[in-house]
Each structure stands twice: as structure tokens, then as C-alpha cells.
């Protein structure tokens, strides 16, 4: 079977990617040249895509060119674009209060979502909520609780770790250099430990994350700075930008003791693994470890501006007026994160499962002969592909773009998939069949898929 006949028998079953016009298109090409005039340059385009619409697991931008979408914002449309009962949500909201500011009033759709939020924290004790505008914000509220709890001034956090671009934030990522240059001095006080970074799909390589907290023991709490001076570590269970790296089972648990061992805060950052996304509600269920505090976003709102920090109650020691946000909680976002909930809570969680397993097999089935193809990692619907270079995996991004799948890079030389929860099975397979075909466009040796010939023409 062609890719054109594939296209055509995808597109009898469910709306899959139809690109009519070259890339970009006549439309796109403008509105691209206006952006260039006024944006800022430090925004990273990672190719031209110019987004009209979208609806579920697909986007159609200026030109009418439809692509699949195994991106989702950077995992943040976690129920599709547009799913009705997010939208009807939103509207509703918009059409009753759109802002109150819920620092210093309260407002209904503020408490409920922080009740349920709380109600889903992945600790047995009490949880207390605070609503942030984004994930950045979120890790920046977390710090604060930490340092004001403990009166401890040192955070460690991990070498490839991205935590976000505020100062703060700024200051625990370490994930490319581009992202820090120019913004010093960052917050003082802040050491990288290494993190481990196990590549286990052929390779068997990166160890259990035992050397990595040895290093962090000796090197870094034994010479660099007293444990008795750290008030948190804070760790991705996966790292996210930095390349799709699952945390080891054993590295987590010793990040936990040493936390118990010396009073330190730990807190997970989810949130770009929380909301189910990799096949639990929360990555640290798949560790079985309770960190104190979690961060989350992203998905949180199925594209709405929201995040939250949660954290265990003794923690939160702090008084009015020592943190605060005139926009977070806003009604709109809070009705939007209430409808995502629902529909997460309702099968999304279990279909990131069932889904990511069958994105995993058929990546996996697809490179098994490509030997540019280095590593494959993840959990749930958020899987990692690493190649020999960047080179190697921007080709790769744009090759697929070019065929109608919006994948993104991360790390020094990965391609992630983190498409919406709501993915079905065409979808999962026309994705897999569109990565075949862009590998196959690059030159590489590739396992031909069932109904896909050996050229991919």
C-alpha cells in the first residue's frame, strides 16, 4: 500500500493528517515574515507551522493542511484541541465571572479545584493547594515554601533538569545552555548533582542511579554545601526537556531517604509528567515513593494558564501575605482544570496506558533495524527516541512535520511523542507509520510496518 492509499483508507476512519499546499504555505509564509517584524527573536519556532484550528488530536493551520498532533503544546492539550466539554466549560465561565482574585477574595471554582487536587496528591497526609499561572510559577512557589519551612537557603536540583525560565526556576535548569546565558547572577546557593541517565533499550546502559547518588552524598552534600543547610531537592521522575530520561526505581528511593535522613523537602516535578500522562495520575506512582511537594501544569487545564504547587500540610507554615497571585485561579482556567479533571479521572489516565504501550511497540517494531536510532524510553504517552546527534533528530522532527505528525525535539539528540490522552488507535498508528516514513525519507534502514512497502512512497 502507498502512503497517499494509507492516507486515504486513515482518513475513511478518522480525520488524519491531509497536507494540501507545500510547507509551509502561501499563507503561512506571510504571516511568518509579519512575526519576524515583531516578536521576540528569543522565541524557538521548531518549524513553520502556523495553527488555524484544532479539534482532538488534530490541527489544521492557515493553508487547510491537516497534521497529526503528537505534540500537544508541549503536552499541554491533554484532552484534544477544543474538546467540547473543556469548551463548553470555558464559555460558560467566561459568560457568568471571568475574574475575581482569588488572593484576596474567594471564589467557588478556586476551592473546588483545590479540593480536588488535593484530593488526588500522591501522599497519605492532608494536602494543601496553591493555584499558580504556569509550571514556572509553580516551581517558584515551591521553592519559596521550602526555604520558608525549613529556614534553609540551598536547593539541589539535577545536570539536564529544565524547571523554567523565571529567575528562580531559571536557576535549577540545567538542561541547555542557550536557556541560562546572559541572565546572571542566578539565585545563589543552587548545586547541579548528576542525574542518571539510563539508556536501556539495546544498549543496557546508565546503571541503577546508585554511582549518581553516591556522587551526591560525597560530592555534593559531603563537600560542597551541609545538608543541614539544604532546604529541598527538586527532581523530574522524568526528565522532560532534557531528553525523556525515566528516573531509576532505587535513584528515587535514595533521593527520598536522604530527604528523611536530614529533614530536606522533596519535591517532584510533574508538570509535564502529572494529569495521567504517563499512565498514572502522577509518575511518582509508578515509584511508589511520596515526594512532599508536587508541581503541576501543562496538562492541568487542557491549554488554559493555570498550575499549582501541592504539598503536605505541616509544610505549609507560612502566614497571609507571604504569597500571593492576582491572576492565578482564575475562573475561566479553574473551570477549564474542573472539566480536564473529569474527563482524566473518567478513562483518560487508563487510555495513556493502554495507548503509550501500543506507541511503544510500534516505535520500537519501526526502529529495530535503524541504527540512527539509539535509545527508546519513556512511560505512558510520553516516549523519548534518541539519535546519534541533533543534527540527526531536528532532520528527523522536520521530516515529520513535512508528512503531516507534529513531533518535538528534546535533549541533546531526542524526538519526543506526547500527543493529547485521547488518542485512539488509528492515531497511534498513523503516527508510528509517519515516523516510518520520515526515517525512511532520511536514508535510514528501516522494518517496514504491515501495508507500508520498503521506500515509503
Request: glycine share 10%.
Amino acid at each position: 500500500m502507498t502512503v497517499r492509499a494509507f492516507r486515504q483508507a486513515a482518513d475513511a476512519a478518522s480525520p488524519i493528517p491531509n497536507i494540501i499546499t507545500e510547507l509551509p504555505g502561501p499563507r503561512a509564509r506571510e504571516i511568518i515574515a509579519r512575526d519576524a517584524a515583531v516578536t521576540s527573536p528569543s522565541l524557538t519556532r521548531a518549524y513553520p507551522l502556523v495553527a488555524e484550528s484544532g479539534k482532538g488530536y488534530v490541527v489544521t493551520d492557515v493553508d487547510g493542511n491537516q497534521f497529526l498532533d503528537f505534540a500537544a503544546g508541549i503536552a499541554v492539550a491533554a484532552t484534544g484541541h477544543a474538546h467540547p466539554k473543556v469548551a463548553d466549560a470555558i464559555a460558560a465561565q467566561a459568560h457568568q465571572l471571568v475574574h475575581i482574585a482569588a488572593t484576596d477574595f474567594y471564589e467557588p471554582r478556586y476551592l473546588e479545584l483545590c479540593e480536588r487536587l488535593a484530593a488526588i496528591a500522591p501522599f497519605e497526609e492532608k494536602a494543601r493547594v496553591f493555584l499558580t499561572n504556569s509550571g514556572t510559577e509553580a516551581i517558584e512557589g515551591a521553592i519559596k515554601l521550602a526555604r520558608h519551612h525549613t529556614g534553609r537557603p540551598a536547593i539541589i536540583a539535577f545536570e539536564g533538569a529544565f524547571h523554567g525560565r523565571t529567575m528562580g526556576a531559571l536557576s535549577l535548569t540545567n538542561s541547555k545552555i542557550k536557556q541560562r546565558a546572559g541572565f546572571g547572577p542566578l539565585l545563589p546557593m543552587v548545586y547541579h548533582a548528576p542525574f542518571p541517565r539510563v539508556r536501556a533499550w539495546h544498549q543496557g546502559t546508565g546503571g541503577d542511579g546508585s554511582a549518581e547518588l553516591e556522587h551526591l552524598r560525597k560530592a555534593i552534600l559531603g563537600r560542597l554545601v551541609p545538608p543541614e543547610d539544604v532546604a529541598a531537592i527538586v527532581f523530574e521522575p522524568i526528565q522532560g526537556e532534557g531528553g525523556y530520561f525515566p528516573a531509576p526505581d532505587a535513584f528515587v528511593r535514595g533521593l527520598r531517604e536522604i530527604c528523611d535522613e536530614y529533614g530536606i523537602v522533596l519535591i517532584a516535578d510533574e508538570i509535564q509528567t502529572g494529569m495521567g500522562r504517563t499512565g498514572r495520575m502522577w509518575a511518582m506512582e509508578h515509584y511508589k515513593v511520596e515526594p512532599d511537594v508536587i508541581t503541576v501544569a501543562k496538562g492541568i487545564a487542557s491549554g488554559m494558564p493555570l498550575g499549582a504547587f501541592i504539598g503536605k500540610d505541616h509544610l505549609f507554615t507560612w502566614t497571609a501575605g507571604a504569597h500571593g497571585s492576582t491572576f492565578a485561579g482564575n475562573p475561566v482556567c479553574c473551570a477549564a482544570a474542573l472539566a480536564t479533571l473529569d474527563l482524566v479521572e473518567g478513562g483518560l489516565v487508563e487510555n495513556a496506558a493502554r495507548m503509550g504501550e501500543r506507541l511503544r511497540a510500534g516505535v520500537e517494531y519501526a526502529s529495530e533495524e535503524c541504527g540512527g536510532v539509539h535509545d527508546i524510553r519513556g512511560m505512558g504517552l510520553m516516549l523519548g527516541v534518541e539519535f546519534g546527534s541533533h543534527d540527526e533528530a531536528n532532520a528527523l522532527e522536520y521530516a515529520a512535520f513535512e508528512r503531516g505528525l507534529l513531533i518535538l525535539e528534546c535533549g541533546e539528540a531526542s524526538i519526543r511523542f506526547c500527543p493529547p490522552l485521547i488518542v485512539d488507535e488509528a492515531a497511534v498508528d498513523t503516527a508510528i507509520r509517519l515516523y516510518t516514513e520520515a526515517l525512511a525519507s532520511l536514508g535510514y534502514p528501516i522494518r517496514p510496518l504491515p501495508g507500508l512497502d520498503e521506500t515509503g512512497g
